[in-house]
């Protein structure tokens, strides 16, 4: 019988877990890399192997990856309670700037000179969204058939206003029935890393995940429970209601992570519920990309500004906290009542095709998406045609838009400046030329 193999201290893994959450700017693969680099290469607790297979478990699932993530690792390392601290940590820095800068953008975003910042984000975000598809288009796109489903999800999303959630489970069926013509483009198996403390402490104690199973299935339970307050708490309540139940659906959908879903939050919020206008959303998601936590923190300042035009400033507060309690409380549901499961799934193909054909939507999701933000930002007048399709009247081109995001795409593609500095760049040169 070996000799129990003793993990990090609670303690400590908080303060490497609030370290990640203030740190994690730049999208999932860039926290994803920090995760990495602090669990794997630094503290040495987890190995690469074990790192992906959790990493595959999490692709699978709805909402924001790199949080839960954060959750799972923190689960199988210190248990429930664990999971809670990883997964809140990665979360509450990025919610607290967010929020903040909701109130600020609410407030000041009418003054012409923080307007003309905030134009100068938007004209970046639209070049930071091409930028993820060309990033996503390039480790998921492996062979014929991923590139036809990608074009095809595009297609239908932009010229039929197909709904997102019919696109994604028609390509996770396809997957699912057709698992070898995705087989190149799957996440697969990492070759085991140098050993680690929490592989050497299974190897140890081979009981030790299946004891933690039931306290982790019970908190699933309980999330989910949780996840039902504000939805039940708040039906009937404008515009309470109608913020609990529209990201609690979200919760569910949001597959593939924020890009993915956010031409039909757009489409929805903008267009349905009028919350808040298309350059309110591109400046929503400018602000995003500046602060920490995931991308998908950007339905925090849908609903603040929805909250915020029906009922004033404190409503916006209430609005954004109930937006980020159903968004993140059923995130912790799935690798909870998941979890136990996930090495079982892992070596599933039929799994990982199902995943793979997801994969290869989204990158016609996010196609779908920067269209739409390019015709947002760069043109002032569009036509809709054939029932639906959308399309630019060119002699309504804003010049100034078209020179800021080019001006993003040379810092971005051209001279690699990173970024956070691209988009401080783009906000500066936005502010030039209003002055000028």
């Known amino acids: 019988m070996h000799a129990a193999v003793p993990m990090p201290r609670l303690s400590q893994a908080i303060r490497v877990w609030a370290r990640i959450g203030c740190l994690s700017f730049g999208g999932p693969a860039a926290q994803i890399a920090l995760m990495h680099r602090e669990v794997v ?11 992906l297979h959790a990493l595959n478990f999490c692709m699978l699932l709805p909402g924001p990856e790199a949080q839960q993530l954060a959750t799972y690792l923190g689960w199988l390392m210190h248990g429930v309670r664990g999971g809670l601290v990883a ?13 903040a800068l909701s109130v600020l953008y609410a407030t000041l975003g009418s003054v012409p000179l923080v307007a003309a ?5 938007k004209c970046a975000v639209l070049v930071v969204v091409v930028e993820a598809l060309l990033r996503v288009a390039r480790r998921a796109l492996k062979g014929r058939v991923p590139w036809l489903v990608a074009c095809a999800a595009f297609v239908a999303l932009f010229a039929f206003n197909a709904p997102f959630p019919a696109v994604v489970l028609a390509a996770l069926a396809l997957g699912y029935a057709w698992p070898e013509a995705f087989a190149a483009s799957g996440h697969g198996r990492a070759a085991d890393g140098p050993p680690a403390l929490l592989d050497a402490a299974i190897a140890a104690d081979p009981g030790r995940i299946a004891r933690s199973a039931p306290a982790a299935r019970r908190a699933g339970v309980f999330a989910l429970l949780l996840w039902a307050v504000p939805v039940v708490a708040t039906w009937g309540m404008h515009p309470f209601g109608d913020i609990a139940w529209f990201f609690s659906k979200m919760a569910v959908v949001t597959f593939g992570g924020a890009y993915a879903v956010l031409a039909y939050v757009a489409q929805e919020a903008v267009e349905r519920y ?15 990309e500046t602060t920490p936590g995931p991308l998908i923190l950007v339905l925090q300042f849908v609903a603040f500004l929805g909250a915020n035009q029906a009922a004033g400033l404190m409503a916006g507060v209430v609005g954004s906290l109930i937006a980020v309690w159903v968004t993140f409380v059923p995130c912790f549901a799935w690798i909870f009542l998941g979890a136990p499961l996930v090495e079982t799934l892992h070596d599933m193909p039929r799994l990982k095709g199902a995943l793979a054909g997801v994969t290869a939507a989204v990158v016609g999701v996010i196609a779908n998406l920067a269209a739409w933000f390019g015709l947002q930002v760069l043109f002032a007048e569009r036509v809709t045609v054939l029932g639906g399709l959308e399309l630019p009247v060119l002699a309504s081109l804003d010049w100034r838009a078209a020179v800021l995001a080019l001006l993003a795409g040379l810092c971005l593609f051209g001279t690699r400046l990173g970024l956070g500095r691209t988009l401080a760049v783009s906000a500066a040169a936005g502010g030039l030329l209003h002055w000028l």
């Open 87 to 99: 997964g809140l940590m990665f979360i509450l820095p990025g919610a607290a700037v967010m929020l």
């Open 274 to 288: 009028a919350w808040l206008t298309a350059a309110d959303m591109l400046a929503g998601l400018g602000l995003a």
């Open 41 to 51: 290469d630094n503290h040495r607790w987890v190995s690469d192997a074990r790192f």
């Open 117 to 121: 910042l905030f134009f100068g984000l």
